[in-house]
């Protein structure tokens, strides 16, 4: 068998897009048809945190993603080193945004 030939996708980068937003929460939601992304941002002092975009996508496209993101992960920290995730480790405390009066 021959393998199917590689397929090229035009993907079209605006002006908008391409700047990019900061996010560091996401918040996932899922129902049997659908995931749903809500990516925020949470800033120190502020109680609110607004979506700055919503994806949504199909358990099996939410699947490849998970599996590209490992990949990537793995890519980097071959390159760069591990990546630390604070708060992680049971040992650490106060990592992370708190209120100024704790």
Do not use: C, W
Request: aromatic share 8%; net charge neutral.
């Amino acid at each position: 068998m021959n393998p199917a030939p590689e397929q090229k996708i035009n993907i079209e980068l605006g002006d908008a897009e391409a700047e990019g937003t900061y996010s560091n929460l996401v918040l996932i939601t899922h129902s049997p048809a659908e995931f749903v992304f809500d990516f925020t941002r949470m800033l120190p002092g502020k109680q609110k945190a607004k979506v700055y975009s919503r994806i949504i996508m199909a358990p099996q496209h939410a699947k490849s993603l998970l599996h590209a993101l490992e990949d990537n992960i793995k890519k980097y920290e071959s390159q760069y080193g591990e990546i630390t995730v604070h708060g992680m480790n049971p040992k650490e405390k106060n990592i992370g945004f708190r209120d100024q009066n704790s």
